[in-house]
Structures are given as structure tokens and as C-alpha cells.
């Protein structure tokens, strides 16, 4: 079976960027979706359990962290890597993060490159 990321972010500048620095995957059976707010993220999470996740902290209907703390500690979905984005100087969430359950914490603006190294790494590729 294919390996699945989700990038849920509210910005589909964001959005964009992610899928084009990780399109070439799919050329790998990577399979990549989208959420625009908290509450698709979830759903999709849930309904799909895909490997890895891009987790915007600020989202409507529901923040990264809440969704990040419903996979983790009310789903019990390990398998899932959860990496929460948040906006850069936001020392406080990444504390927050952590006690949600996420597997990593990236900064905005991020390294194309380093969102790349990482879901490989992840997905060993």
C-alpha cells in the first residue's frame, strides 16, 4: 500500500508549497493530501491514517495542537508522525507541541529541503 501524507494548513500558499517540495514521492506511490482547517485534518487522520502529517498550529475549527492531541492521546495513532509548522519566535509552542504528542516541531518560513530530507527519513525512502 501506498504511504500517505497529509499537509493541513490554512494558507494554500503553504499548502502549495509543501506538495511541490514533496511531488516528487509520488513518483515513489507517495500518496499527498490536503486539509484547509483543524477538523478535515482530523477526520482524514482518522479515516485514512496516513504516515506522516504537516500540522499548521493555527487552523479554524480546531488548532494543530488539538488535532496533533486527538491523534496522540485519544486515537492512541503512533504510526502517524505528526510535524507541527508554526510561525518562527513562537518558543512557547513548540513546549506545547511536545506535550500534544507531535514527533517534530519545523519553524516558518521552512527549508524546502529539509521538509524533503525528513519525509524520507521518515518514510525510508
Given at each position: 500500500?501506498?504511504?500517505?501524507?497529509?499537509?493541513?494548513?490554512?494558507?494554500?500558499?503553504?499548502?502549495?508549497?509543501?506538495?511541490?517540495?514533496?511531488?516528487?514521492?509520488?513518483?515513489?506511490?507517495?500518496?499527498?493530501?490536503?486539509?484547509?482547517?483543524?477538523?478535515?485534518?482530523?477526520?482524514?487522520?482518522?479515516?485514512?491514517?496516513?504516515?506522516?502529517?504537516?500540522?499548521?498550529?493555527?487552523?479554524?475549527?480546531?488548532?494543530?495542537?488539538?488535532?496533533?492531541?486527538a491523534v496522540k492521546r485519544k486515537l492512541h495513532l503512533d504510526g502517524v508522525f505528526v510535524i507541527v509548522l508554526t510561525a518562527q519566535?513562537?518558543?512557547?509552542?513548540?513546549?506545547?507541541?511536545?506535550?500534544?504528542?507531535?514527533?517534530?516541531?519545523?519553524?516558518?518560513?521552512?527549508?524546502?529541503?529539509?521538509?524533503?530530507?525528513?519525509?524520507?527519513?521518515?518514510?525510508?525512502?
Amino acid at each position: 500500500m501506498a504511504a500517505r501524507i497529509l499537509i493541513a494548513d490554512d494558507e494554500a500558499h503553504i499548502r502549495r508549497l509543501i506538495e511541490q517540495t514533496l511531488e516528487e514521492l509520488e513518483d515513489e506511490g507517495v500518496e499527498i493530501l490536503t486539509a484547509n482547517d483543524g477538523e478535515e485534518a482530523l477526520e482524514m487522520i482518522r479515516d485514512l491514517q496516513p504516515e506522516i502529517v504537516f500540522l499548521d498550529v493555527m487552523m479554524p475549527k480546531m488548532s494543530g495542537f488539538e488535532v496533533c492531541h486527538a491523534v496522540k492521546r485519544k486515537l492512541h495513532l503512533d504510526g502517524v508522525f505528526v510535524i507541527v509548522l508554526t510561525a518562527q519566535g513562537q518558543d512557547t509552542h513548540e513546549g506545547r507541541g511536545e506535550l500534544a504528542g507531535a514527533d517534530l516541531y519545523m519553524t516558518k518560513p521552512f527549508d524546502p529541503d529539509q521538509i524533503l530530507a525528513t519525509t524520507k527519513a521518515v518514510l525510508h525512502l
